[in-house]
């Protein structure tokens, strides 16, 4: 019989407190478990394998980011849209960067009908604010892979450190948007 109170949302949340806690330790069944206070074989019940765990760890962090980018550029248009989809993503990975990280993996075949469903909505957002650059609809998926390459690599690198010269990296981001979006337009 389940613990009470421990359901597979419950397993998940302790997971996403986890990766939270300690962005460095891996993330495992026993760990999980330990922090649930039951034995690992427990959670099975809620959670079929590490890569179901997984999988809705990248729901909630996929739903996070397409939530802000929903929220930032929702009542904007044009660059102003997205600036505030670009701030809204960096945003939400330096705020929860193991989570960030954690949802980044393309769902595959595998994945959970949820995390699919997350991970489209998130891309139709994006598209919906690259339309407004003017990109031909035979060119969205470029210019959404366009987008989140430029912005992951510079969350990515900015999280890690890897951002030691003096310059002001705010103004660094702003100006990486504002090149993205002047590329956008030559998409054809």
Do not use: C, N
């Amino acid at each position: 019989m389940p613990r009470a109170g421990l359901s597979r949302d419950a397993v998940i949340a302790l997971a996403v407190e986890l990766l939270e806690e300690d962005p460095v330790a891996p993330l495992t069944l026993a760990r999980v478990a330990a922090r649930a206070g039951v034995a690992v074989p427990s959670l099975y019940k809620h959670v079929s394998s590490l890569d179901a765990l997984r999988d809705g760890v990248a729901v909630v962090g996929v739903t996070r980011i397409a939530d802000a980018v929903e929220v930032a550029a929702g009542e904007a248009s044009g660059f102003a849209a997205f600036t505030g989809a670009g701030r809204a993503i960096r945003r939400e990975a330096l705020a929860h960067p193991a989570l960030y990280l954690a949802s980044q993996p393309a769902p595959g075949r595998d994945a959970s009908p949820e995390l699919l469903a997350a991970a489209g909505r998130t891309v139709e957002l994006l598209a919906g604010v690259v339309r407004q650059a003017g990109v031909p609809a035979s060119r969205e998926i470029d210019a959404v892979r366009i987008v989140r390459a430029a912005v992951h690599g510079f969350v990515v690198l900015e999280a890690s450190g890897g951002f030691g010269l003096p310059d002001d990296v705010d103004a660094s981001f702003e100006r990486l948007l504002a090149t993205v979006w002047a590329g956008l337009g030559t998409l054809s």
